[in-house]
């Protein structure tokens, strides 16, 4: 088990997910690097003209229970517990 600090430097930084093990089985978060690119689809598209050049800046989202994604809103519990640890699965795509 590992504190929050260890998991961002050790783990989510090399591309690897974590979890707090008081979470359900399934939920996970990982890090999703930072980006430049043109708008080509929605729902950008809705927002942007096709070939608007964005950069999506670095930030932490998690996995849901039901495989849905969505931005992790970190909480004051979770940066001090220290029952953080790796989640690898079969299905994890290096």
Same mark, same amino acid.
């Given at each position: 088990?590992?504190?929050?600090?260890?998991?961002?430097?050790?783990?989510?930084?090399?591309?690897?997910?974590?979890?707090?093990?008081?979470?359900?089985?399934?939920?996970?978060?990982?890090?999703?690097?930072?980006?430049?690119?043109?708008?080509?689809?929605?729902?950008?598209?809705?927002?942007?003209?096709? @070939?608007? *050049?964005?950069?999506?800046?670095?930030?932490? &989202?998690?996995?849901? *229970?039901? @495989? +849905?994604?969505?931005?992790? @809103?970190?909480? *004051?519990? &979770?940066?001090? +517990?220290? &029952?953080?640890?790796?989640?690898?699965?079969?299905?994890?795509?290096?």
């Amino acid at each position: 088990m590992y504190s929050f600090g260890e998991v961002v430097d050790k783990f989510l930084m090399n591309g690897v997910r974590v979890r707090r093990a008081a979470w359900v089985e399934g939920v996970f978060i990982f890090l999703v690097k930072g980006s430049t690119f043109n708008v080509n689809r929605a729902p950008l598209l809705g927002h942007y003209p096709a @070939g608007t *050049q964005i950069t999506y800046h670095p930030h932490i &989202d998690m996995c849901l *229970q039901t @495989g +849905e994604i969505c931005v992790w @809103g970190i909480n *004051q519990e &979770d940066v001090l +517990e220290s &029952d953080w640890e790796t989640y690898i699965t079969e299905d994890k795509v290096e």
